[in-house]
């Protein structure tokens, strides 16, 4: 059989990230990103090997900007054998990627109520793609459907069960795909079958989570209901105290719009350094003697420590601590810092194999007699080629 080759597609509101991904190769044929959509700066970019392009699209909606990618596609003279869309919430109902018809769609827009600024994107896409393609296998992979196998007594939360049983008001989990392909990608690298293994997972990137998985299936997550639970983000708080919602309307009648936003866009590694948002910008400045900055990181990496301490309830043993995400894959400094509080796991690392593992580097870190630590650069893009792969008519 020929090389099949997929599109990934992950809309937002206002954009659509893509990669054409060919079945049997880890990087992207072409890759980019549709931009400012429904206004007069509409911009699609993309990037093929070391060639990079831009085209102007004003007005371009996301039907518009699929159109036009649909025709560069066409021009690099591969056939498309389905397309793949990220899906952020499948609440309860998927359990799995799911190809795309009609019931899909609709159980798609029941759960969007969880994710009310995610869900109604990809709904945009998902709808623009099938009219312009009808013909093609399309499939939803969702960032939470990996998680679906967590045990009740990770997922409930501590509140009135009608709550759960009515609204849906339970843990989910997001990041799925990363999770699952580095966990998949570590028992590669090690040697040992995913099916009798056990990983503690730190993904850091703009948004962070940290994840146990046994056997192939995630027993708990540091994400949430929604994805501003868990571990100090870019700009996103991670756990503050339930009562801090109610105390900021008491005290400075913020409204509960005022708060939300608060927590998700000027808190995080941005609100505790008054700074930036970016890890790097951090780092350099820590180094230049900025004290916020310098607080942001250790918050950032005691609370990351404490999540995977915790993680680690979920495990008979620890055959590896993974780290990813643009932060995990590169950041020497957050790794030590992060390891160095968690002695009583016996966590050590080698300074040097450290320094060593950036830029795409993959391997194992840990100090010689300690536990194993590898850093495993994600590809979600290839998680949901290969789940999309995998539901298509042979
Ligand atoms: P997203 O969640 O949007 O996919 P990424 O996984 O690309 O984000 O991660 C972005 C984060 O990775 C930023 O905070 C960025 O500063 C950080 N990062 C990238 N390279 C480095 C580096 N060399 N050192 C420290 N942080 C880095």
Same mark, same amino acid.
């Given at each position: ?22 079945? #049997? ?57 389905? %397309? ?19 019931? #899909?769609? #609709? ?18 896409? %998902? !709808? ?26 990770? +997922? ?5 069960? #009608? ?17 699952? +392909? ?12 995913? !099916? ?32 501003? !639970? ?96 643009? %932060? ?10 992060? %390891? ?40 979600? !893009? ?13």
């Amino acid at each position: 059989m020929s090389e099949r080759h997929i599109l990934v597609i992950n809309c937002g509101s206002s954009s659509i990230k893509f990669a054409l991904l060919g079945e #049997t190769r880890e990087q992207p044929l072409l890759s980019g990103l549709a931009e400012c959509l429904g206004s007069a700066d509409a911009l699609l970019r993309w990037q093929a090997g070391e060639d990079k392009q831009r085209l102007p699209i004003p007005g371009a909606d996301h039907r518009g900007a699929l159109a036009q990618l649909l025709a560069l596609i066409e021009r690099t003279a591969v056939t498309l054998s389905g %397309i793949g869309h990220r899906v952020v919430h499948g609440g309860e109902h998927f359990t799995a990627a799911h190809l795309l018809d009609a019931p #899909t769609l #609709t159980a798609i827009r029941s759960v969007s109520a969880l994710a009310p600024l995610h869900n109604p994107a990809c709904l945009q896409g %998902i !709808e623009a793609a099938l009219s312009l393609y009808p013909q093609l296998p399309q499939v939803a992979v969702f960032d939470t459907a990996f998680h679906q196998s967590m045990p009740a007594h990770a +997922y409930r939360y501590a509140v009135p069960e #009608t709550l759960y049983r009515e609204q849906g008001v339970r843990r989910y989990g997001f990041h799925g795909s990363s999770h699952r +392909y580095v966990s998949r990608r570590a028992a590669q690298l090690t040697g040992l079958p995913v !099916e009798a293994s056990s990983w503690l997972v730190a993904h850091l990137g703009n948004g962070s989570s940290t994840c146990a998985i046994v056997n192939g299936q995630s027993l708990d997550t540091s994400m949430g209901m929604t994805p501003l !639970e868990g571990v100090v983000m870019g700009t996103r708080s991670g756990d503050v105290d339930p009562g801090l919602h109610g105390h900021l309307m008491r005290t400075l009648g913020w409204s509960l719009e005022q708060v939300d936003s608060m927590l998700n866009k000027q808190s995080g590694l941005l609100g505790l350094s008054g700074l930036s948002n970016d890890m790097r910008s951090l780092e350099q400045a820590r180094l230049e003697g900025h004290p916020g900055a310098s607080l942001a990181i250790e918050v950032f990496c005691y609370r990351l420590a404490k999540s995977l301490a915790a993680m680690s309830c979920a495990l008979p043993q620890l055959d590896g601590l993974i780290f990813t995400g643009g %932060i995990g894959e590169n950041s020497a400094l957050i790794r030590s810092k992060t %390891i160095g509080h968690l002695k009583l796991l016996h966590l050590a690392l080698d300074p040097a194999a450290n320094a060593r593992a950036v830029a795409g580097c993959s391997g194992e870190i840990q100090a010689s007699g300690h536990p194993r630590v590898l850093v495993v650069p994600t590809n979600e !893009e290839r998680q949901i080629a290969l789940d999309t792969l995998a539901l298509l008519p042979n």
